[in-house]
T-cell receptor, first 113, second 116 residues
């Protein structure tokens, strides 16, 4: 069965430090992986996606994510966190056999000044 | 161009009343999704429309929930005889097509439903 796990409910990072938000997945076919961000009282915004090719994917707002097939992971990263990055982050996956996105439970990212 | 729009942005209703939530997807997007998000929680899939195909209703939590999509564009989610547990943010998303599988979904701002 397809699944996505975001093992951390909350991640706290000091401003200027690097951040990582973890995501692992399980699919039967080739994975297509997505990260979305949800700012307070706003809808979800697409950040980046992995389809194929380079394992390091760059997206909006300076975020990037690294696809690791052997570890079935797609962790979200940013070299230097900003207070404005504080939000709820969702990882999602689908494969060739299913049009539905399978969503993680979300990770609350808090960046402290 | 315009993004996905939803109306109303907020809806407060009394238990037992019916409500209608509207979604206007991005022009040209053939796939439309409804999700429900409880406070601080993840997304719960409700229903999926793709072109003129029969919708996937597998996520609807009860027969009080229904949705339609007219003319392959605007969609309405109807909740009959609302219950307090229906209180949540209802999100609509659209994408260019249900496949290939790597097309991202674009989300509307959501409708916050409160059932008193």
């Amino acid at each position: 069965a397809q699944s996505v796990a975001q093992p951390e409910d909350q991640v706290n990072v000091a401003e200027g430090n690097p951040l990582t938000v973890k995501c692992t997945y399980s699919v039967s076919g080739n994975p297509y992986l997505f990260w979305y961000v949800q700012y307070p009282n706003r809808g979800l915004q697409f950040l980046l996606k992995y389809i194929t090719g380079d394992n390091l994917v760059k997206g909006s707002y300076g975020f990037e994510a690294e696809f690791n097939k052997s570890q079935t992971s797609f962790h979200l990263k940013k070299p230097s966190a900003l207070v404005s990055d504080s939000a709820l982050y969702f990882c999602a996956v689908r494969d060739d056999s299913n049009y539905q996105l399978i969503w993680g439970a979300g990770t609350k990212l808090i960046i402290k000044p | 161009g315009a993004g996905v729009s939803q109306s109303p942005s907020n809806k407060v209703t009394e238990k037992g009343k019916d409500v209608e939530l509207r979604c206007d997807p991005i022009s040209g997007h053939t796939a439309l999704y409804w999700y429900r998000q409880s406070l601080g929680q993840g997304l719960e899939f409700l229903i999926y429309f793709q072109g003129n195909s029969a919708p996937d209703k597998s996520g609807l939590p009860s027969d009080r929930f229904s949705a339609e999509r007219t003319g392959g564009s605007v969609s309405t989610l109807t909740i009959q005889r609302t219950q307090q547990e229906d209180s949540a943010v209802y999100l609509c998303a659209s994408s260019f097509t249900g496949g290939p599988p790597y097309n991202e979904q674009f989300f509307g701002p959501g409708t916050r439903l409160t059932v008193l």
